[in-house]
């Protein structure tokens, strides 16, 4: 069974940045007003729909919640049902992003 790949936040800022991944933020709609980063796709997982990953873009896709945990059962969903090759989890979510002092956009 292929695991999902832990990256750090500046690892997935880079990745970003250089146009090589896309965030997928498994995150209920309440959340987005505390935080988000900018070009993420909002997937929330109580309303998961595996068909709105964009699974065929060529970069990687680096699941993204509030600590790491529930993009992480997503992830790890998607590649249990075949549906994704390779899957990354931000580790320790948009808390380590924050933290790191990474661009955000706050309401």
């Known amino acids: 069974m292929t695991k999902m ?4 936040a500046e690892t997935t800022h880079t990745w970003v940045e250089a146009g090589e991944a896309l965030l997928i933020d498994v995150r ?3 959340e987005l007003s505390e935080v988000r980063l900018s070009g993420a796709i ?3 997982m109580s309303a998961f729909d595996p068909n709105a990953v964009p699974t065929d873009s060529g970069k990687k896709l680096v699941f993204i919640c509030a600590q790491g945990m529930r993009s992480l059962q997503v992830g790890q969903h998607m590649l249990d049902q ?10 320790e ?3 380590a992003w924050v933290q790191a002092g990474l661009p955000c956009e706050r309401e």
């Open 5 to 8: 790949i832990g990256v750090d």
């Open 28 to 30: 209920e709609a309440e």
């Open 42 to 44: 909002h997937v929330p």
């Open 82 to 91: 075949g549906l994704l090759d390779e899957a990354y989890n931000l580790h």
């Open 93 to 95: 979510g948009l808390t």
